[in-house]
C-alpha cells in the first residue's frame, strides 16, 4: 500500500477528516506537519544541523504558503541519539523567522524533526476547487532539487508566503510542488475532478536541471489554478475530464 492509497482508505472509513489539502483548518488555524528523518529525507554529510533546523521549518512553511496564511507559530518535536547539535538546530529553526512555541525531545537512534506549523489565513484555495479554464501556474523554476541532489548537494527550500498569500486571493486551487510536479499535479485533478493539461516546453527549469528531475520532487514552489495568474509563469490549464496529461513520476514513501 502506498502513502496515498493508505490516506484514501482511512477518509473512506472516516478514521482520518479534513486532510484533502495541503494544510488543516481548525478553528481559525491552519496546522500542517512534517517529519524528517535521518537517511530518508536527509544525510548529515549533505547538509549541518542548522541546515537541518532551516530546513523541517521551511518545508513546513511552504505548507502555510500554499494555504495563503501568515504563519504564527513553530511547535518542534526533536528525536536523537544525543543532544550534541541540538542547539544548533534549533538556531535554524528559528532561521526561518517563526517563534517556536513548544515541542518534546527523546532519544532515539537517529535523528528525526518533526514540526508542527501553525498560522492564519483570510482565504485557503485547497486542492478542490479547479475549473475548467483556470490556467495553472507555478511561482518559480523547477528542477533546481533534483539538480543539486545530482551534484551531491541539498538547496535550501524557497519559502512563498508572500507569493502564497497574493495568489490565495484569487486561485481556485493551490498546493505546494514537494513530491514532483506530475504527482501535485494529480491531487489537484483528483480532488477537484478535472483535468490538468501541462505543456513541458513552458515549465520553467532552474539551472542545471532536466526534464526528468521534475519527478525528484522538493522544489517547494506553489502550483496554483487560477483564473488571473497575476504575472506568475503559466505552464498549463484545467480542462474538463480527469487526470493529467503527461505522465511525469514523483517521490513515494511506500513505493
Not at 214 to 226: H, I
Request: with cysteine; aromatic share 4%.
Amino acid at each position: 500500500m502506498k502513502e496515498f492509497e493508505l490516506l484514501a482508505e482511512l477518509e473512506r472509513r472516516g478514521l482520518i477528516v479534513g486532510v484533502e489539502h495541503d494544510a488543516a483548518q481548525i478553528e481559525g488555524l491552519v496546522v500542517t506537519q512534517d517529519t524528517l528523518v535521518e537517511g530518508v529525507h536527509f544525510r548529515f554529510d549533505l547538509l549541518d544541523r542548522h541546515e537541518l533546523g532551516y530546513r523541517a521549518a521551511a518545508v513546513n512553511l511552504s505548507d502555510l504558503a500554499a494555504s495563503g496564511a501568515e504563519p504564527v507559530a513553530l511547535v518542534v518535536s526533536l528525536a536523537a541519539p544525543s543532544l550534541e547539535g541540538a542547539v544548533a538546530i534549533y538556531e535554524g529553526l528559528n532561521e526561518a523567522g517563526v517563534p517556536v512555541r513548544g515541542g518534546d525531545t527523546t532519544r532515539a537512534d537517529v535523528v528525526m524533526l518533526t514540526v508542527t506549523a501553525l498560522g492564519r489565513s483570510e482565504r485557503v484555495p485547497g486542492r478542490a476547487g479547479a475549473q475548467p479554464g483556470d490556467l495553472l501556474v507555478v511561482t518559480g523554476p523547477l528542477g533546481a532539487a533534483g539538480a543539486a541532489f545530482r551534484a551531491g548537494r541539498l538547496l535550501r527550500p524557497p519559502v512563498r508566503l508572500e507569493e502564497g498569500r497574493r495568489l490565495a486571493a484569487v486561485a481556485h486551487a493551490m498546493l505546494d510542488i514537494s513530491d514532483g510536479l506530475g504527482l501535485d499535479a494529480g491531487h489537484i485533478a483528483e480532488r477537484s475532478g478535472c483535468r490538468l493539461a501541462i505543456d513541458l516546453d513552458r515549465v520553467p527549469l532552474a539551472d542545471g536541471a532536466t526534464r526528468a528531475d521534475l519527478e525528484f520532487g522538493e522544489d517547494y514552489e506553489l502550483l496554483a489554478a487560477t483564473p488571473d495568474p497575476l504575472g506568475f509563469t503559466v505552464i498549463g490549464r484545467c480542462e474538463e475530464g480527469s487526470g493529467v496529461n503527461l505522465e511525469l513520476g514523483g517521490w513515494e514513501h511506500f513505493a
